[in-house]
């Protein structure tokens, strides 16, 4: 999958669990601790997402307010809803956006996950091993998907017309099509192949259509 071109809903785990800014925070820790997961989504009542609730905003709950030094601090640990005590406004990502985007998105902010949005609302959250799990498809997989999905179903390109070979995520094409327009193409769509980290295009032609 490159993540240049493959879209965040592609790698996302969509439903992500929400929740109201009226919803009682001892409600929400024991959402986090059933669900198995780290935060929820905090949505108005037209369905945007407007914060998270972690379980970093949730730990002050259990500290007295006079060990927090800062003000802001204390009143955020004795909030009763999510609303007391989200962060907000929220770092996201768009469901359409690459996955490039998210995983640089990461980076910059150090945050382990990010909601996922479509028109504002939340419709999936992305993790950080789902970004990286787009470098872990094993290639006979890669293959299997290029060769059957790709050029047999797709372009209609069989082993007498075009080859392959995978070798860690890279996906060399050798062979030959009809004419020039048919190569970039397949470059484009073995791209949107799961686990492709780079394409090498050695296909040749007999017509040249593009000059």
């Known amino acids: 999958m490159n993540t240049s071109t493959t879209p965040v809903s592609a790698v996302m785990t969509a439903s992500p669990v929400c929740v109201r800014p009226e919803t009682p925070v001892k409600d929400i820790a024991q959402v ?8 929820v ?21 259990l500290s007295e307010p006079a060990r927090w030094p800062h003000r802001k601090a204390a009143r955020k640990a004795s909030g009763r809803t999510a609303r007391d005590v989200m962060t907000s406004p929220v770092v996201t990502v768009g469901a359409g956006e690459p996955v490039s985007a998210a995983a640089a998105r990461m980076e910059k902010t150090r ?29 006979p997989e890669i293959e299997q998907d290029v060769v059957t999905g790709v050029l047999l179903e797709t ?18 094409v050798a062979g030959r099509v009809e ?15 799961p686990g492709v980290v780079a394409v090498c295009n050695g296909l040749d032609y007999v017509w040249d259509d593009v000059a």
């Not at 989504?41 to 709950?61: C, N, Q, R, T």
């Open 32 to 39: 986090l601790t059933s669900e198995g997961i780290s935060a």
């Open 111 to 139: 945050l382990r996950r990010l909601f996922v949005v479509d028109g504002g609302r939340p419709v999936g959250v992305v993790a950080r091993r789902d970004v990286l799990g787009v470098l872990t498809r094993p290639d």
């Open 179 to 193: 004419r020039r327009s048919e190569i970039g193409p397949v470059t484009r769509l073995i791209e949107e192949v």
């Open 155 to 172: 372009l209609q390109l069989g082993p007498d017309r075009a080859r392959v070979a995978v070798h860690a995520g890279v996906v060399t």
């Open 41 to 61: 989504a905090v949505v108005g009542h037209d369905g945007l997402l407007i914060g998270v609730v972690s379980e970093m905003d949730l730990l002050p709950l």
